[in-house]
Nanobody, 123 residues
Framework: QVQLGESGGGLVQAGGSLRLSCVASGRTFSTYVVGWFRQAPGTEREFVAAISGSGATTHYADSVKGRFAISRDNAANTVYLQMNSLKPEDTAVYYC????????????????WGQGTQVTVSS
């Protein structure tokens, strides 16, 4: 099973930008759908964005559409989440997750998860 590790989180002021990276192990990374999810204290894990194995198909939560962009470099086994115009409500632990199969928005469809990276947006 693919193993994942996130990086790139940190503290940023509202209106700023961050780029998260998700690096995966394994030689068949291009066959995996990768999703980004986030979880703030006291809330359920929520979908942020997802990208198909080839990168041709992406999907975003309405709350981040137009501000965040997901992309991937299969040669580097890496998926990125570019986050612009950050808001305090974007504060959460961000996780990347992978699954073999169709692109879905449900966290429970993804069997492989990273450890998460904290994003804090100050007002």
């Amino acid at each position: 099973q693919v193993q994942l590790g996130e990086s790139g989180g940190g503290l940023v002021q509202a209106g700023g930008s961050l780029r998260l990276s998700c690096v995966a192990s394994g030689r068949t990374f291009s066959t995996y759908v990768v999703g980004w999810f986030r979880q703030a204290p006291g809330t359920e894990r929520e979908f942020v964005a997802a990208i198909s194995g080839s990168g041709a198909t992406t999907h975003y939560a309405d709350s981040v559409k137009g501000r965040f962009a997901i992309s991937r470099d299969n040669a580097a086994n890496t998926v990125y989440l570019q986050m612009n115009s950050l808001k305090p409500e974007d504060t959460a632990v961000y996780y990347c997750a992978a699954r073999y199969g169709a692109l879905t928005l449900r966290a429970y469809d993804y069997p492989a998860w990273g450890q998460g990276t904290q994003v804090t947006v100050s007002s």
